[in-house]
């Protein structure tokens, strides 16, 4: 039984050129999924460039599971249109958590590792992990598939306990 215990916040910041779902627009919200747990952002009505900000959090699972995201367009009266889906590992980001207690980095700023857009991302560009004043921090940019266009902006934050640290 290795549960960490960590803690794992997603801001989803922003969506950019998302497709139109109604007449000229869509009403689009975030659903993001990891393991058993979902979460939604709150609908932004009649936008393609939506600014969310919201910070959606999730209990870590072990093992480490995708986070995946799927994009709808908000309907009164019908099933809501999908607009597109994603997901990014955060295995590298659990990783990178790791290394910051090995190297006991806490101030600052440091990068920990770099992520390179593969088939196990939707990654638009390459991604930095960094601890910042001992947080460990991923902003990345995801393509949307399954749809003719759109980007997804999410920033990573992981919280996990020191293993080596004494019990309070």
Not at 37 to 60: G, R
Request: net charge neutral; glycine share 6%; with cysteine.
């Amino acid at each position: 039984m290795s549960n960490s215990g960590g803690v794992l916040k997603v801001v989803v910041v922003q969506g950019k050129r998302l497709v139109v779902r109604d007449f000229k627009t869509s009403d689009p919200y975030v659903k993001l999924k990891l393991g058993d747990q979902v979460a939604k952002t709150k609908v932004i009505n009649s936008c393609l460039n939506p600014v969310w900000n919201e910070e959606l959090t999730f209990t870590l699972p072990e093992p480490v599971e995708t986070l995946k995201l799927e994009v709808f367009d908000k309907d009164r009266f019908k099933a809501d249109d999908q607009m597109g889906n994603a997901h990014v590992n955060i295995q590298p980001l659990v990783s990178a958590a790791r290394l910051k207690h090995i190297l006991k980095v806490s101030t600052g700023e440091t990068t920990l590792r770099k992520v390179i857009p593969d088939s196990q991302n939707c990654l638009v560009r390459e991604s930095c992990i960094n601890c910042v004043n001992g947080e460990i921090i991923q902003e990345v940019w995801l393509r949307l598939s399954g749809v003719e266009s759109g980007e997804i902006e999410l920033k990573l934050k992981l919280e996990i306990p020191n293993p080596s640290s004494p019990p309070s």
